[in-house]
């Protein structure tokens, strides 16, 4: 696999499953190079594109830092365009029904003051990669947040395809996603505010790495490839007492040769469809994480404080 991939990979893990906290210091271009043997160009060329991405950020003089992922992406002048055909729409809409400039005024204005007031619950829309985990992430968020917010669990796909769940996405107080995912939910919900979140590994993933027998042969399969990588360092952080882990990808050549010799399986979230591969007897379960509580806080706190009535209010308070 590429260097460069794998080092964008690792950052982007870093960030999203909360190994590189908002704000800590990466080394320089040079110092990335030198530490893993690769061209500076290779390194300039990676952070190049997770600065684009809004993963990264330079500042002058004291070198590049991970961006705050959690903290919503400033509007766009595409953004402010797409709000004034919104209140078009609203105008025509209130016209149409015989409305007088008055009275839409003063239906605004109500519902303006219900909003500020808390009258209405918060609604969240969680945008994620497979169906079934994104719906556990919601509940784990929502088992978090309590009754005060509604969340709503959507796929990337669902939302680039499905025009109705496009409209509900668009729609939420706020969009939550994973860090490297961020900038594609951006831009399939310009207008929207997007921030995300960091994730761990659930207590059932550590309970059952830690379980591992010392002998086993632990085969673990990523679909990703640029955090394929990054797989036996995450098992082992939990199985250190594990020798013998052997990592391929979903649609590496070898794979099921592996599985057919391996005794344990631990699988990346989305590829459960190996499970059927496996020989009988052979013990199987997801690496799942799940979404950091106190990242959850941190993040959508704001939203649910009495001064967060406004999209401004949200960015400045995160």
Same mark, same amino acid.
């Given at each position: 696999?590429?260097?460069?991939?794998?080092? #964008?990979?690792? =950052?982007?893990?870093?960030?999203?499953?909360?190994?590189?906290?908002?704000?800590?210091?990466?080394?320089? +271009?040079?110092?990335?190079?030198?530490?893993?043997?690769?061209?500076?160009?290779? +390194?300039?060329?990676?952070? #190049?594109?997770?600065?684009?991405?809004?993963?990264?950020?330079?500042?002058?003089?004291? %070198?590049?830092?991970?961006?705050?992922? %959690?903290?919503?992406?400033?509007?766009?002048?595409?953004?402010?365009?797409?709000? *004034?055909?919104?209140?078009?729409?609203?105008?025509?809409?209130?016209?149409?029904?015989?409305?007088?400039?008055?009275?839409?005024?003063?239906?605004? %204005?109500?519902?303006? @003051?219900?909003?500020?007031?808390?009258?209405?619950?918060? /609604?969240?829309?969680?945008?994620?990669?497979? !169906? @079934?985990?994104?719906?556990?992430?919601?509940?784990?968020?929502? &088992?978090?947040?309590?009754?005060?917010?509604?969340?709503?669990?959507?796929? =990337?796909?669902?939302?680039?395809?499905?025009?109705?769940? *496009?409209?509900?996405?668009?729609?939420?107080?706020?969009?939550?996603?994973?860090? /490297?995912?961020? /900038?594609?939910?951006?831009?399939?919900?310009?207008?929207?505010?997007?921030?995300? =979140?960091? $994730?761990?590994?659930?207590?059932?993933?550590? #309970?059952?790495?830690?379980?591992?027998?010392?002998?086993?042969?632990?085969? +673990?399969?990523?679909?990703?490839?640029?955090?394929?990588?990054?797989?036996?360092?995450?098992?082992?952080? $939990?199985?250190? /007492? +594990?020798?013998?882990? $052997?990592?391929?990808?979903?649609?590496?050549?070898?794979?099921?040769?592996?599985?057919?010799?391996?005794?344990?399986?631990?699988? @990346?979230?989305?590829?459960?469809?190996?499970?059927?591969?496996?020989?009988?007897?052979?013990?199987? $379960? !997801?690496?799942? *994480?799940?979404?950091?509580?106190?990242?959850? *806080?941190?993040?959508?706190?704001?939203?649910?404080?009495?001064? @967060?009535?406004? &999209?401004?209010?949200?960015?400045?308070?995160?």
């Amino acid at each position: 696999m590429p260097l460069g991939t794998q080092l #964008r990979g690792l =950052i982007e893990y870093g960030i999203g499953f909360g190994e590189l906290a908002p704000g800590e210091r990466l080394p320089s +271009v040079r110092e990335m190079a030198e530490l893993l043997g690769v061209a500076p160009m290779t +390194v300039a060329q990676v952070y #190049r594109e997770l600065k684009d991405q809004g993963l990264l950020q330079s500042r002058l003089g004291a %070198g590049t830092f991970v961006a705050d992922a %959690g903290k919503p992406m400033p509007r766009t002048g595409a953004d402010m365009t797409a709000l *004034h055909r919104g209140i078009d729409r609203l105008i025509d809409d209130g016209l149409a029904m015989g409305l007088r400039a008055s009275d839409l005024v003063g239906l605004i %204005g109500a519902r303006m @003051a219900e909003r500020l007031a808390g009258g209405r619950r918060k /609604h969240i829309a969680l945008v994620g990669n497979f !169906e @079934a985990a994104t719906s556990a992430y919601a509940q784990a968020i929502a &088992d978090t947040l309590g009754p005060s917010v509604t969340i709503e669990a959507l796929t =990337i796909e669902a939302v680039r395809r499905d025009a109705a769940a *496009h409209q509900r996405a668009a729609a939420a107080d706020l969009v939550l996603t994973f860090a /490297h995912r961020r /900038h594609e939910v951006v831009k399939l919900l310009p207008g929207s505010v997007v921030a995300a =979140i960091s $994730f761990i590994p659930s207590e059932a993933t550590r #309970r059952s790495l830690a379980a591992l027998d010392p002998l086993a042969k632990v085969a +673990v399969v990523s679909i990703f490839p640029e955090f394929t990588p990054l797989m036996k360092s995450a098992v082992q952080r $939990f199985a250190p /007492h +594990v020798p013998a882990i $052997f990592v391929r990808l979903l649609d590496a050549p070898d794979l099921d040769a592996l599985l057919r010799r391996c005794d344990v399986l631990v699988y @990346a979230t989305g590829a459960e469809d190996l499970v059927d591969r496996l020989p009988a007897g052979t013990t199987a $379960f !997801e690496y799942r *994480h799940t979404p950091d509580p106190a990242d959850v *806080h941190r993040v959508v706190g704001p939203l649910l404080s009495p001064s @967060a009535g406004s &999209d401004a209010s949200l960015e400045e308070a995160s």
